[in-house]
């Protein structure tokens, strides 16, 4: 069974498009995290929701929208895509802000 | 603002041979963790470091962590082909804003060859 799962796992579409990408965990846990590795292979977290509700709030663009319809999943929205876009965006979930994350195989995002 | 420097960025090493890659952070922290990306896939937990002076060993690769210096190293021991990957230790702060978020170092691409 995948414990940390996200679709789809390639996205190529162009500029100005708006794009969805879903993730799910069937591991229990109450906190969900939303990461992104860029070109040079450096990953910094974006968001991350506990219980439904969002804790961290990096500094991204408000074209990014996460939405946690309930705790087993998190989404992310982007509108109006830009070539800067262009990243690996990997999903994780923990138990608490304590517990240890477990990423999932990630979607690779190609902006033309 | 937490940050998580790695040294080396690369590393080539022979087959049989020993290496430590090293990782410092600049603020207190409770828990560091050493993660594992092959090309092209996900990141796979190693280590999950707690306390000073904690060690992990597994297989070839032996962690550990010294909180007063604010350092963890992960050693390798006589290195195989098959450790060739992308290493990354993460650091969290727990408390506050800080929920949990990771802050990654940049990553140790390492490359073993016969």
């Known amino acids: 069974d995948t414990a940390v799962s996200q679709t789809p796992k390639y996205l190529v579409t162009q500029m100005g498009n708006d794009k969805s990408i879903k993730c799910e965990q069937n591991?229990?846990?109450?906190?969900m995290y939303w990461y992104k590795q860029d070109s040079k292979k450096f990953l910094k977290i974006m968001f991350s929701y506990n219980n439904k509700e969002l804790i961290i709030n990096e500094t991204v663009p408000n074209r990014f929208s996460p939405k946690s319809p309930d705790k087993a999943h998190l989404n992310l929205h982007i509108n109006s895509l830009e070539l800067g876009d262009s990243a690996v965006y990997f999903c994780?979930?923990?138990?608490?802000?304590?517990?240890?994350?477990?990423f999932g195989p990630g979607t690779r995002l190609t902006v033309t | 603002e937490l940050k998580v420097e790695q040294n080396p960025l690369f590393l080539s090493m022979q087959e049989g041979k020993n290496y430590t890659i090293y990782c410092n952070y600049s603020t207190t922290s409770d828990r560091l963790y050493w993660y594992r990306q092959d090309p092209g896939k996900s990141l796979e937990s190693l280590f999950v470091?707690?306390?000073?002076?904690a060690v992990k060993q597994e297989g070839r690769l032996m962690a550990s962590l010294d909180t007063k210096a604010r350092l963890s190293t992960l050693h390798i021991t006589a290195a195989v082909h098959d450790l060739s990957a992308t290493y990354f230790c993460?650091?969290?702060?727990?408390?506050?804003?800080?929920?949990?978020?990771?802050?990654f170092g940049q990553g140790t691409i390492l490359t073993v060859h016969p």
């Open positions: 994780a979930s923990s138990h608490s802000g304590r517990g240890e994350q477990y």
């Open positions: 591991l229990g846990h109450d906190t």
């Open positions: 470091l707690l306390s000073n002076g």
């Open positions: 993460a650091v969290v702060l727990t408390g506050g804003t800080s929920y949990g978020k990771l802050t």
